[in-house]
């Protein structure tokens, strides 16, 4: 087992247990903490993919901005016990057993495939290493997005407003 493979490996496994904290944790602010310790997981799965400029781009925008934006709006929800959502065992019991299933067929088809081929980078996976030399980083990336995806690049961009609003909104608390 070379690195790659030992860091793809302890970076899953950190994905999963912090992705199932998300769910089962009872204060919804190490619920938020948990999320942002899976983006910093998914963000080491960009580096060993290569994708530094995708990966920068997780840590300030994902885990920077929207997660302080999250516990922003948790904290003027001020939720205590009294006006705490009930979360229902059932839910909480469907979560942990997809979340145990995705990490029982992760570990299955990694052990089905164990010595056949490692994981290596995409550059070394595609036949022939087809990938440009540039592959991951900020131009030929840019000009995808404003050429090619800028009509989902600005549906992503409303998106983001609409739930930023949202925020605001539940946010705002009633006068009366």
Same mark, same amino acid.
């Given at each position: 087992?070379?690195?790659?493979?030992?860091?793809?490996?302890?970076?899953?496994?950190?994905?999963?247990?912090?992705?199932?904290?998300?769910?089962?944790?009872?204060?919804?602010?190490?619920?938020?903490?948990?999320?942002?310790?899976?983006?910093?997981?998914?963000?080491?799965?960009?580096?060993?993919?290569?994708?530094?400029?995708?990966?920068?781009?997780?840590?300030?925008?994902?885990?920077?901005?929207?997660?302080?934006?999250?516990?922003?709006?948790?904290?003027?929800?001020? $939720?205590?016990?009294?006006?705490?959502?009930?979360?229902?065992?059932?839910?909480?019991?469907?979560?942990?057993?997809?979340?145990?299933?995705?990490?029982?067929?992760?570990?299955?088809?990694?052990?089905?495939?164990?010595?056949?081929?490692?994981?290596?980078?995409?550059?070394?996976?595609?036949?022939?290493? $087809?990938?440009?030399?540039?592959?991951?980083?900020?131009?030929?990336?840019?000009?995808?997005?404003?050429?090619?995806?800028?009509?989902?690049?600005?549906?992503?961009?409303?998106?983001?407003?609409?739930?930023?609003?949202?925020?605001?909104?539940?946010?705002?608390?009633?006068?009366?």
């Amino acid at each position: 087992m070379d690195l790659n493979n030992f860091a793809f490996i302890a970076l899953s496994a950190i994905t999963l247990i912090c992705a199932l904290m998300v769910v089962i944790a009872r204060n919804p602010i190490y619920s938020v903490i948990f999320l942002i310790l899976t983006m910093f997981s998914l963000t080491g799965h960009y580096v060993l993919l290569h994708a530094q400029f995708i990966a920068v781009i997780n840590i300030i925008v994902y885990a920077g901005a929207i997660m302080v934006l999250f516990l922003f709006v948790l904290m003027l929800m001020n $939720m205590n016990a009294n006006n705490e959502p009930n979360k229902s065992l059932l839910w909480k019991s469907l979560a942990t057993i997809v979340a145990a299933g995705g990490f029982i067929s992760m570990a299955v088809l990694y052990f089905r495939n164990m010595g056949d081929t490692p994981i290596k980078p995409t550059t070394n996976s595609v036949p022939g290493n $087809m990938l440009p030399p540039d592959f991951g980083y900020v131009k030929p990336l840019g000009k995808m997005l404003f050429t090619d995806y800028v009509f989902p690049f600005e549906i992503a961009s409303i998106l983001f407003i609409a739930a930023m609003v949202g925020a605001v909104f539940l946010g705002s608390r009633e006068k009366s």
